[in-house]
C-alpha cells in the first residue's frame, strides 16, 4: 500500500461561481470522501491519485444532461457519469491516476427533495454528492438488495459529511 495517496475533488456552479455551497468544499467532502472510498474501493489507495468532478447546474442543463446520457427529458436532482464503464458497470482502470467522472448536481431540484423531505438542503446535497460517488464506483440500487447497501452506505456518509461541515464552518450551519 502506498503511504502517499490523493483525493482530488474539482468543484464549479452555474455561470463559473467557483463555491456554489458551503458544504461543497474540498476540506468538507475529501475527508468523508476518502473514508468512503476505503470501505467501498479501497484498491484507490493503491492509485498516486483519484479525481471527482463535481458541477452544479440549473435545471435547463440538467434537463439537456439526462435527455442525452439517460433519455429523460426532464430535470432530475444528481446524474452521475463515470469516465470507465463497461456495459453499465464501472471499471476504473489500473492506473496510477484515475479520473472516476463527474457529479452533476441541480441544485434547484435538490432544494425541492429538501423540502418534500423535510430535511435541510445541506442534508440533500450531502445525500446526492454521496450517491452519485457511489455510483461513480459502480454500486446500484437496482435491485432491493443493492439498494439496502448502497442506502446505508450514503446515510452514513451523509451524516459524516454534515458532521464534518459543523465542525469546519460552524458560523454557515443552516438555522
Not at 482530488?8 to 455551497?21: K, N, V
Not at 446524474?79 to 476504473?92: A, D, K, N, R, Y
Not at 452533476?104 to 427533495?113: G, L
Request: proline share 5%; net charge negative.
Amino acid at each position: 500500500m502506498k503511504c502517499l495517496m490523493k483525493l482530488d475533488i474539482s468543484i464549479s456552479g452555474d455561470e463559473g461561481e467557483p463555491r456554489p455551497f458551503t458544504l461543497l468544499r474540498e476540506g468538507v467532502l475529501v475527508p468523508c470522501l476518502s473514508a468512503m472510498l476505503d470501505e467501498v474501493w479501497p484498491d484507490w489507495r493503491d492509485k498516486d491519485s483519484v479525481s471527482i468532478s463535481i458541477s452544479v447546474v440549473g435545471e435547463a442543463d440538467i434537463r439537456d444532461l439526462n435527455r442525452d446520457y439517460r433519455n429523460c427529458d426532464s430535470a432530475t436532482d444528481v446524474l452521475s457519469l463515470p469516465c470507465w464503464e463497461e456495459e453499465g458497470v464501472s471499471c476504473p482502470p489500473d492506473w496510477p491516476d484515475v479520473s472516476l467522472g463527474d457529479v452533476i448536481i441541480c441544485s434547484s431540484v435538490v432544494e425541492k427533495n429538501a423540502l418534500d423531505h423535510g430535511v435541510t438542503l445541506d442534508s440533500e446535497m450531502a445525500l446526492m454528492v454521496v450517491h452519485s460517488v457511489l455510483h461513480l464506483v459502480g454500486y446500484d440500487h437496482d435491485e432491493e438488495e443493492r439498494r439496502l447497501e448502497m442506502w446505508d452506505i450514503q446515510e452514513r456518509f451523509r451524516d459524516r459529511i454534515l458532521a464534518n461541515l459543523a465542525s469546519t464552518f460552524p458560523e454557515e450551519q443552516e438555522g
